[in-house]
């Protein structure tokens, strides 16, 4: 069974500085892996997908890294902003599936960017 | 744009009503999901659908249903037989092909049951 998990749970900063997210998940046979930013009461914002055959994706501040073999995948925030506080969220898509097209989602780490 | 829409943002209902959950999407995707998502943990697929009038049970299906009898709709209906159905419902949508399989959440419906 896939299960995926992310450290830390809860995360406080101050503006400006650079930091790391981490997601693992058990099973390597993944198709892809998504990272998500969700605002309070608010649906989930695609951030980065990284498929499996790629080792990283960026977009402006944000660099997501992929390693199957060892189950692991970073998000990296650079030089991060008040605006960026939020859950941070990784799901994967299993590739062993009966049927259909089941992801399994960590419980996120909440970020709070200070001032 | 493109995008998914749910309606509506905040449903209160009694115990005991069958409620339904609105999710539509103009995205052209031939796969669609309803999430769930209690506080401190992350999203629990309830139902998914690759394709119209067919769809699939997910880890916590007990108390729900759902019809796909349009590409761009899925609604949710909770059941009385759901015993805490209080929570977000979130629904999302992706292709059903290929390699990449991104998918795209709509805003998120709070359901609260007294």
């Given at each position: 069974k896939q299960e995926v998990t992310q450290i830390p749970a809860a995360l406080s900063v101050p503006e400006g500085e650079n930091l790391v997210l981490n997601c693992s998940f058990?099973?390597?046979?993944?198709?892809n892996l998504q990272w998500f930013r969700q605002d309070p009461g608010k649906g989930l914002t695609s951030l980065l997908l990284i498929q499996s055959s790629q080792r990283e994706q960026t977009s402006g501040r944000l660099n997501a890294s992929l390693d199957k073999s060892s189950g692991r995948s970073t998000l990296y925030i650079a030089a991060s902003q008040p605006g960026d506080s939020a859950t941070y969220l990784c799901a994967v898509k299993r590739r062993?599936?009966?049927?259909g097209q089941n992801f399994v989602f960590g419980p996120g780490t909440r970020l709070s960017v200070l001032p | 744009d493109g995008g998914i829409t749910q309606s509506p943002k905040y449903l209160f209902r009694k115990e005991g009503q069958n409620v339904t959950l609105s999710c539509e999407q103009?995205?052209?995707?031939d796969a669609m999901y309803w999430y769930r998502q209690d506080p401190g943990q992350g999203l629990r697929l309830i139902y998914y659908s690759q394709i119209v009038n067919d769809f699939q049970k997910g880890d916590i299906a007990e108390g729900y249903s759902v019809s796909r009898e349009k590409k761009e709709s899925f609604p949710l209906t909770v059941t009385s037989a759901q015993k805490n159905p209080t929570a977000f419902y979130l629904c999302a949508s992706s292709i059903s092909s290929g390699s990449s399989y991104e998918q795209y959440f709509g805003p998120g419906t709070r359901l609260t049951v007294t």
């Open positions: 058990t099973d390597s046979a993944i198709y062993r599936d009966n049927y | 103009n995205l052209n995707h």
